[in-house]
């Protein structure tokens, strides 16, 4: 997107008037003018991906949902970030996340620094309505420096593009479909063996859980840093390097 | 541009290291299918047709000649419950699970099977000798229960029957071999 010029699309957002920049998301124009639209897959910097479904919104006289993170918006758009349904439908695929993993915030590197346990937050999460699927899942701590946890992974893709898209090496994929799917390096390979992993720890950077840690933190030690992203990417492309905030 | 191009086809010029004869016909289809990164199914389907099942070696083969991430290749084959990563085995045995064959006792079938010869459905016996499958209807609702062994159609299959017909298939093997 570019920032040059200035904003020409008229929209409304939650009744509010505002103007959009031409081709820009719903998403990316929400947050600019400060209204907050649950989001786990979506990440600034990387390409949209609309797999977790949270950031689904309500647009006037359209019959379907559409997705924040990969809908432009059009000349006088209404858009309605929440209604009772959309809450309730976020909150249902938040459960569905915490059943189908084994989150367990107690024990976990990343409690406190999870965005997974600040959604549960957002949607009111306060029991799970299904059935926890315990999966057996498996941890690969063969790399030096990091080390993944599946049974903590939502499979948002954040890693896989971050590697594919900002480093390039694509070491990571999703192998298998439905509830086999894993996320796996070169051919389903432990990490630490990859030759094409350049060790640059994007992916940690990026993980929204304690899926992708820093080896050797302890519970509630791992902070991560997403936004690095958007910066690099902004640097990358615009040759802009914009302040950056303290590492946390 | 040129010469990049000409050192491109220079290394996919280059076969198997094994010499495995099955590459050169792999190869064949990826000069047809223009080593295009978006043919990467076609190709994986071709593969499979030749060496019967997608093993590590086969690939590593395609990620190179693709020249796609190794990661890529094995997460769309993953996806697809029809590419097969075992070797299978010299018999295969495959109970039809359609609505009709179901009624008329396929599960019985397989259960027996798999029991005999200790063995899951979509797996391969230690031995190699024998691979149980199942399969959705194979259309032959009027037979059923259908059972396919060695790519034949058995009819009105009972469990004896299936595990006679099975037995006789494994057992000629054995023993041609070992003639």
Redesign the interface.
């Known amino acids: 997107m570019s920032r040059n010029g200035r904003p020409t699309v008229p929209v409304t957002i939650d009744g509010q008037e505002a103007m959009a920049y031409e081709g820009e998301t719903i998403l990316r124009m929400a947050e600019r003018i400060g209204v907050r639209i649950p989001r786990l897959c979506y990440l600034e910097g990387l390409s949209a991906w609309g797999g977790c479904r949270l950031c689904l919104v309500e647009v006037a006289d359209d019959p379907r949902y559409r997705l924040a993170c990969a809908t432009p918006v059009v000349p006088e758009m209404e858009v309605t970030t929440t209604n009772w349904e959309l809450h309730n439908h976020r909150r249902r695929i938040v459960e569905m996340l915490f059943a189908e993993g084994n989150h367990i915030c107690a024990v976990c590197v990343s409690n406190g620094d999870c965005e997974l346990q600040d959604l549960a937050a957002e949607t009111d999460v306060d029991h799970i309505h299904y059935d926890f699927q315990h999966p057996d899942s498996t941890v690969d701590a063969s790399h030096p420096k990091y080390v993944l946890d599946r049974e903590r992974c939502v499979l948002c893709t954040r890693c896989v593009r971050v590697c594919n898209e900002i480093e390039g090496a694509h070491v990571w994929d999703v192998a298998g479909r439905g509830s086999d799917s894993m996320l796996v390096a070169e051919l389903s390979k432990p990490w630490g063996e990859s030759p094409s992993c350049t060790w640059c720890g994007k992916c940690v950077l990026v993980c929204p859980t304690g899926a992708l840690a820093f080896k050797g933190r302890a519970v509630g030690e791992m902070r991560h840093d997403p936004a690095v992203i958007d910066f690099l990417k902004t640097a990358r492309d615009e040759g802009k390097w914009d302040e950056r905030q303290e590492a946390r | 541009m040129a010469e990049a191009r000409t050192a491109e086809r220079a290394a996919q010029d280059e076969s198997h290291p094994s010499g495995d004869e099955r590459f050169g016909l792999l190869d064949k289809t990826l000069r047809k299918t223009r080593y295009e990164q978006d043919q990467l199914i076609e190709v994986l389907h071709v593969a499979q047709d030749i060496f019967g099942h997608l093993s590590?070696d086969i690939?590593?083969y395609l990620a190179r000649q693709l020249r796609l991430?190794?990661?890529?290749?094995?997460?769309v084959a993953?996806?697809y419950h029809l590419f097969s990563f075992t070797a299978p085995g010299r018999h295969s045995a495959t109970v039809c699970m359609g609505t009709a064959c179901f009624v008329k006792g396929a599960e019985e079938i397989t259960q027996q099977l798999e029991l005999t010869y200790d063995v899951r459905a979509g797996e391969t016996t230690e031995d190699g000798e024998l691979t149980v499958s199942t399969a959705r209807c194979v259309g032959s609702c009027g037979l059923a229960p259908v059972v396919l062994v060695d790519g034949v159609v058995t009819s009105h299959q009972t469990v004896e029957s299936t595990l006679a017909n099975v037995g006789e298939v494994v057992a000629q093997e054995s023993t041609e071999a070992s003639a």
């Open positions: 590590e690939l590593i991430p190794p990661s890529r290749v094995y997460g993953t996806f």
